[in-house]
């Protein structure tokens, strides 16, 4: 699989330099969030507070109103539930242009529950006037700036750091509002997001060559949660829909799907994957992914239970690295 390394540090200096109104502000994990080659470019454009998220919030506010545009990079678990008021009433009531950069997002650390941002999608829903966006793979992270910069309000960012595979053509960037067709189909419909989408990926080949028709999107803009494309894909299935996302199933992705569905009726089932109602633990991605069924095997498991029975899909079907080649098709390595 082909992997970018650091892919957000250089698409935040290269996308800066057009853009001097962007300023940098960091708690004391510059290095940690690939913040520090801005620092190096631009010192007089990067600010650290040290450990003072609160603070730090309310200095970005500040900043948003003197018509600068800061990014906060600083773990996913910081920007959210340590400093869940100030983002409230410092950035999304006044509707400040100020993007919360959150990086280890879900299950992407081995950090244990104080690292690991799982509820923070739940969290940054219920605030008013907030843009959610999730990436999942290096080409999303690499065109995310351009896609959020003009945004008139604030954004939380869910970031993929150090070394990320690229699924998606370099040439076909993220698309606020818009989710991605990665394949067409009728049986079934699997929405995913973040890392699970490489998991889905596998799986859904693994499906399609027995011969099921999926319809299978990559889901990055959480809130505002309204991609018409996605509705329609939603609307045509005629044996289920599944939702696998690296968040608790309260509140994400799988719960956005479930109000839409709940409102427009489409009269199939929905099936959530994602972390359970628990808190998870420190473990490697593969392994918290398998134990909480966010991976290929658990959407397997799930198509199986849609559709009445098993496939026979053998366990080295599901571990074949995934690229996306310049024609936009996902195909096995």
Request: aromatic letters at 6%; charged letters at 20%.
């Amino acid at each position: 699989m082909n992997l970018v390394s650091r892919p957000h540090a250089g698409a935040l200096v290269r996308f800066a330099k057009d853009h001097p109104e962007l300023l940098v502000l960091s708690a004391d994990l510059t290095a940690s969030c690939e913040a520090d080659d801005f620092r190096d470019a631009y010192p007089d454009r990067f600010v650290t507070l040290g450990m003072a998220e609160q603070n730090t919030v309310g200095f970005a506010g500040g900043l948003a109103r003197e018509g600068f545009v800061p990014y906060f990079h600083t773990f996913a678990v910081f920007l959210t539930r340590r400093v869940y008021d100030q983002v409230a009433m410092s950035v999304a009531y006044p509707n400040l242009r100020v993007r919360l950069v959150g990086f280890l997002p879900g299950l992407t650390t081995p950090g244990g529950v104080t690292h690991q941002a799982t509820d923070d999608v739940a969290l940054m829903r219920a605030l008013p006037n907030l843009t959610i966006v999730d990436c999942g793979d290096a080409t999303d992270v690499e065109s995310l700036l351009p896609a959020v910069h003009e945004v008139d309000g604030p954004v939380y960012l869910r970031l993929l750091r150090g070394q990320v595979p690229r699924l998606f053509p370099a040439g076909e960037p993220l698309r606020l509002g818009e989710s991605r067709e990665l394949s067409s189909g009728s049986d079934l419909v699997v929405l995913s997001g973040s890392v699970c989408t490489e998991q889905a990926i596998r799986a859904v080949r693994a499906l399609e060559r027995r011969g099921v028709s999926v319809a299978h999107r990559h889901v990055s803009t959480l809130k505002p949660f309204g991609d018409p494309e996605l509705f329609a894909t939603l609307a045509g299935a005629r044996r289920g829909v599944i939702t696998v996302e690296n968040h608790s199933v309260i509140g994400g992705l799988g719960s956005a799907t479930a109000e839409w569905m709940a409102g427009q009726g489409p009269g199939v089932k929905l099936v959530r994957l994602g972390v359970q109602d628990v808190f998870a633990q420190g473990a490697s991605l593969p392994y918290l992914m398998a134990k909480h069924g966010l991976d290929a095997r658990a959407i397997v498991r799930s198509a199986e239970d849609l559709l009445g029975g098993p496939l026979g899909v053998e366990p080295d079907e599901l571990t074949a690295d995934v690229t996306l080649p310049d024609e936009g098709r996902v195909e096995d390595l």
